[in-house]
């Protein structure tokens, strides 16, 4: 038993009854989850089976000695339904390591540093922020600032200024559905990118993207029995988002093979059997470019779906978050481009399209997750809905102002010739070139691991590699109540410190095996680490 | 018909048929409701009862011609029921007189500026932000800031030192509960407050106390049968947040005699009713200090909640955003701090009560409402609640990073001796004395007229006076399909510019009529002009 079969014991023999490699100070602060070890056999898998999930306040107070009104079996069943692998136990974990290695109690970890791959959060890791984006957003908070030339370009304190006197102060809320100024904005950049008129009434600035998710399908769901047709693999937001509301997510798979394009054969089958069944479909998701795929929708494939939904009645939610991430020469199409050039080609067939349009400024070059910017535009919604969802959006008020401001930078960001372009243009290039960089790396890596195929990534931030897992491994993992690609991942998080999400949280093809990996983590040293731990993984369960 | 009888005539005779007082153009811009004139007769309510609302993209495309997936009758059932009175329709209207004045067509309305008194958002008023919190937000943005001791004193820039280590940039996603030494600020902040621990693994941070509640009460409610014992006044976020979740709202009347204190008698009975009728209430919902009530809770009211909810096993959730804003020596007294003094002088009768208690920057002296900060504490829940709750606010990432570092700088504020105190002492101590200043004016205004009586203020934002509509007046609201405190309230904003909430959008005992109305706008003019506008009224209504 040595390291090089890739599983991990942080602890030697039956000695060590503590909580091992995570000081118990650590873990006490380090959210609501710690691993305990509750037994002492040594084993290759002693991380896996060993531990077990313990709430961190359990010390205080156990619930046989009081009766409290709310626990796990009264709360709201949806919740407990809801399922989000993303920040789920393996991210965790990961967590617990990083801190452990910050503490200097990390010498019993067969890594030096933990590699977070399992979440689109760029500046956590390697990317920095634009520069224009952030000077801006300082005058925003302290506007006291504008009068330093020597600090700020002309265009950086002009742009401020436009911006304070469209929002007063950050520190106001604004009108529920964002500041007028910032939706003209994003309505002229809808305008330049597709060709076609927008209109700001029609634009919601919301908190992320995630948050338009929870408000549209918050409104498109009536009861149980609304289904929304989620692509498989997906994004879980939107399954757990269904799960909270009590609807039915109706899985149509992609086309693996086809770099995981969409096919309208299975998009009508699954539409058809939920109907048989009784289900109300009426609407249809698509992530363009794919989460988690790193796939990117041909005008065709667009189409397809456009017809499925103008025949069916299904209100398309296009999250196109990641459209500026496509790399190697491959175009994103907007779904509201494509359904207004569908309405010109073939006049009065798609008026009745409703079309909803996400975007966001956590992803492309702008990677500002933490600003919790966003918007969604509506394509020929009824009136009347327009409003409830304006009801609904005004009961928390307003999104995050500067979150705001950010959006209107994203959609209207220095031009060439202005002061701020060049330095502009340089930090998006860098950005944008080491995406692309680290995309192609990461996918040949894949392609030289043994039991492994991976589509040639043209967009987002992710790969979505599947793997074959040996029938030794399958049962093993079965043996300790986990699907096997999160017993992999777990073992790799064990191994290698890298974190990445299985594919059974995102969904996959029966009897298939996958997970997602951002490409953001810099370097190459890493990709080393996880195709040394595949080899022996698959050297380990393979006899 | 003269002026001097509060109502208002936008239009002389029954000449005019376009949209009196807004441009069409910019009516097209405002959102989703536009006034138009429907009839010509002249009447001194042409403005109340000739305007009908009518979506402004109705000019595109109607119902009829259409068959869309959506349409008012079938989205979701709950966000029809739902209704938030305090951006509703009256609010509407007042962002459109705004905008005729601003676009200079305002000479044909009553006022020369519109006063926003319907909502606590004090940055579109007058108060300015506390420069120590924006001069480190700067930073946080645009960490090269850092550097120029020429503008920043050096207790700024070492706070955003600690910042910027604890939380990276504020750019990338946080943990889900928020940024682990804000939270740690916020549990010592608690300590310091009450006298008694907090932890902050029990600390989550949110997108304004909005959000927190919502997370709370999605968490709480698992059907249409369980019940939350609401304030009657209250503000319509918790209506609103059940209809959403389609649980039960069980309504108990605040004592307006006793400066709208609690009753327990009230509460109990409350509760025994709804309970006798099937209704699983485990949920109390309070004030404190009131919105829109400006009430403060003793002590001894807040042990009575508390032993209401021991016997009866009710989570407490106490929504304490406006705990800075006490005025006339009144002290605001926490609902952990009382309860962990029972748990102290009862031992073992209090140790099940779950207590949440939820707080925010957008009040207080901080006024950043725009920023989206705040958190809770959660006290004596089970573990396995607080994971479920942890795996709920994981779905949508992390509350605003920037908001997050607020919320560190609202708790923890400079200190006596630090370079920063004495400007931050001068700044609170100028808002704080407006507020009180304010209140004091304002409710010696209601004192003096004819028909409205008013609890003395001692805390929050607002005031709620009780008005006798005429039965004159009460008529001509019914014929119109209006409440008659909402009738008032149009009056109100079409003959001043005043914008308040009628007190039907907050619940009140059945014949009495009420409006929230905030102290923040500046000066003694506008409350000139409400007197003026009120006086007029009662003269019309009175004969």
Same mark, same amino acid.
């Given at each position: 038993m040595t390291m090089t079969t890739g599983c991990v014991r !942080?602890? /030697? @023999?039956?000695?060590? /009854?503590?909580?091992i490699g995570l000081p118990q100070s650590l873990s006490r602060n380090a959210g609501s989850v710690i691993f305990r070890r509750?037994?002492?056999?040594?084993?290759?898998?002693a991380n896996l089976h060993h531990y077990h999930r313990l709430p961190s306040t359990s010390r205080s107070m156990t619930n046989s000695t009081v009766h409290r009104a709310l626990n796990a079996k009264n709360i709201n069943p949806n919740i407990l339904k809801a399922q989000y692998a993303v920040r789920g136990e393996i991210a965790v974990r990961s967590e617990e390591y990083r801190k452990a290695l910050q503490a200097g109690a990390g010498h019993r970890l067969p890594f030096h540093s933990v590699i977070s791959a399992n979440i689109g959060n760029p500046q956590q890791l390697d990317q920095k922020p634009i520069t224009f984006f952030r000077q801006v957003l300082s005058i925003m908070e302290y506007p006291a600032l504008i009068e330093h030339e020597e600090i700020f370009p002309e265009d950086v304190r002009e742009r401020a200024r436009v911006l304070l006197e469209d929002v007063g102060s950050v520190g106001a809320y604004s009108q529920s559905q964002g500041a007028y100024g910032i939706r003209k904005s994003v309505a002229n950049f809808i305008k330049e990118r597709d060709g076609f008129e927008a209109n700001p009434d029609d634009i919601f600035l919301t908190g992320g993207a995630s948050a338009g998710v929870h408000t549209l399908l918050n409104t498109i769901c009536a009861s149980r029995n609304t289904g929304v047709l989620i692509p498989i693999?997906? +994004?879980p937001l939107y399954t757990a988002t269904l799960a909270l509301l009590d609807a039915t997510a109706v899985s149509y798979h992609l086309n693996e093979e086809q770099k995981w394009s969409t096919n309208v054969e299975l998009i009508e089958t699954a539409r058809q059997n939920a109907a048989d069944n009784g289900t109300d479909v009426r609407c249809i998701c698509v992530i363009n470019p794919g989460n988690p795929t790193g796939s990117s929708l041909s005008v065709e494939d667009i189409k397809g779906v456009i017809r499925i939904a103008a025949k069916n009645h299904l209100v398309i939610m296009a999250d196109e978050v990641y459209q500026t991430n496509v790399y190697d020469g491959v175009e994103f199409h907007s779904f509201k481009k494509v359904l207004r050039t569908l309405q010109r080609e073939e006049?009065?067939? +798609?008026?009745?399209v409703e079309l909803v349009s996400l975007h966001s400024t956590?992803?492309?070059?702008?990677?500002?997750?933490?600003? /919790?910017g966003g918007y969604f535009e509506l394509v020929n919604f009824d009136p009347e809905v327009k409003a409830q969802i304006y009801k609904l959006v005004s009961i928390t008020l307003c999104p995050p102002v500067i979150g705001q401001c950010l959006v209107e930078l994203m959609v209207n960001p220095p031009k060439e010739g202005e002061p701020s372009w060049e330095l502009y243009n340089k930090e998006r290039n860098h950005i944008f070139n080491g995406l692309e960089s680290r995309a192609k790396a990461l996918y040949q890596a894949f392609k030289d691991m043994t039991g492994v195929s991976c589509q040639n990534p043209d967009g987002a931030m992710y790969l979505f590699p599947s793997i074959t897992i040996p029938e030794k491994a399958q049962a093993e993992a079965r043996s300790l109540g986990k699907q096997p690609d999160e017993f992999y991942c777990l073992k790799m998080l064990d191994a290698t410190g890298i974190c990445v999400v299985p594919g059974s949280g995102f969904g996959q093809v029966e009897g298939t095996w996958h997970f997602r990996t951002t490409? !953001?983590?810099? @370097?190459?040293e890493w990709v080393d680490r996880l195709k040394k731990f595949h080899e022996g993984f698959m050297k380990e369960y393979s006899d």
């Open positions: !942080l602890s /030697r @023999g039956g000695s060590s /009854r503590s909580i509750s037994g002492v056999v040594p084993s290759p898998t693999p997906q +994004y006049p009065g067939r +798609y008026d009745h956590s992803k492309g070059i702008v990677g500002e997750c933490g600003h /919790r490409f !953001l983590p810099p @370097g190459t």
